[in-house]
């Protein structure tokens, strides 16, 4: 499997509402944390995520998290 673009070394932290969101898991979206289609051609998806209610969300931006969407600190290893 090719490896994602790592788009930056630390997550785009932002206030979120309930809502559903499309996280950028190729690293190539010109609209980090989320898809903005430019992963077509290549093996990567953008990955549906549900947000259940207005928050704070630390989105990976590596593209290297375990967790996926959601920044665990795997950035630090890069
Ligand atoms: S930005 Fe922190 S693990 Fe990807």
């Known amino acids: 499997m090719s490896k994602p673009n790592v788009f930056q070394k630390f997550p785009i932290v932002k206030e979120e509402k309930a809502g559903t969101y499309y996280w950028c ?3 190539q979206s010109a609209n980090q944390p989320f898809c903005d289609g430019a992963h077509k051609g290549t093996e990567f998806v953008p ?19 375990c967790t996926g969407e959601f ?3 795997t950035h ?3």
Not at 47 to 65: F, G, L
């Open 25 to 27: 898991s190729c690293g």
């Open 71 to 73: 920044c665990d600190g």
């Open 47 to 65: 990955k549906k995520v549900e947000i259940t209610e207005d928050k704070k969300v630390a989105w990976c931006a590596c593209k290297n998290s």
């Open 76 to 78: 630090k290893t890069l």
